[in-house]
């Protein structure tokens, strides 16, 4: 067995006053925090706070991607209907492929806690080798989109799953490493021609 290998991740978060300083960001603490539980590989953290400026967005997504070579990039805040809420349109602008599921599967998520949800304009999107995700701006909105839902105590209420669970098999098929997470966290799913077996991640 080969050693796992170790994975780049882009955060950034977004906001114009976390940014100024007005007040403190969650939003990368709480990504790093859940990503630290969750996946098993070794990760290299790249992170920026932003403010919302369509063009500075683009351009840090472009520089974590094709400078700092990173194999995820996920984005918090400005997604909602705000005149300054443009992280989706930077993160489009440089898409080379859309991945619209992600966007349906946050929403569906979030309807379970609030109909506000339907406002949330969430977009994931492939530049060459990473994946791009925008999610929610709050740190519980943040775990509850990942990691999702469990089964209600009524059994006819199913689980509903987190967005992650599809994210490592997602940068398998674009080219990025194999993300191995801890199930309890978490289960990523993969068919079986696609799992692998690692021992200790790489250092």
Not at 108 to 134: C, D, H, K, M, W
Not at 160 to 171: E, L, N, Q
Not at 173 to 200: E, H, M, N
Request: proline share 8%; net charge neutral; glycine share 8%.
């Amino acid at each position: 067995m080969s050693e796992l290998p170790s994975v780049r991740i882009g955060l950034v978060s977004i906001s114009d006053r976390a940014s100024s300083g007005v007040y403190e960001d969650l939003g990368i603490p709480a990504l790093q925090s859940w990503l630290g539980t969750a996946v098993r590989n070794i990760i290299h953290w790249e992170t920026r706070l932003i403010p919302d400026d369509q063009s500075g967005i683009s351009a840090t997504l472009v520089e974590l991607v094709d400078a700092q070579r990173c194999d995820l990039v996920l984005t918090t805040g400005g997604t909602g209907p705000a005149p300054r809420d443009v992280t989706p349109e930077a993160t489009l602008a440089v898409a080379h492929k859309v991945m619209p599921g992600f966007g349906e599967q946050m929403r569906q998520i979030s309807l379970a806690f609030v109909p506000t949800a339907i406002l949330s304009r969430q977009v994931a999107v492939i530049r060459g080798t990473a994946l791009i995700i925008n999610l929610p701006g709050q740190p519980k909105a943040i775990a509850e989109t990942l990691a999702g839902l469990p089964a209600g105590a009524n059994s006819t209420q199913p689980p509903v799953h987190g967005i992650f669970a599809a994210v490592p098999y997602c940068v398998d098929l674009i080219g990025g490493p194999y993300i191995d997470t801890d199930a309890a966290v978490c289960k990523a799913f993969r068919p079986k021609s696609a799992q692998r077996q690692f021992t200790s991640p790489a250092g």
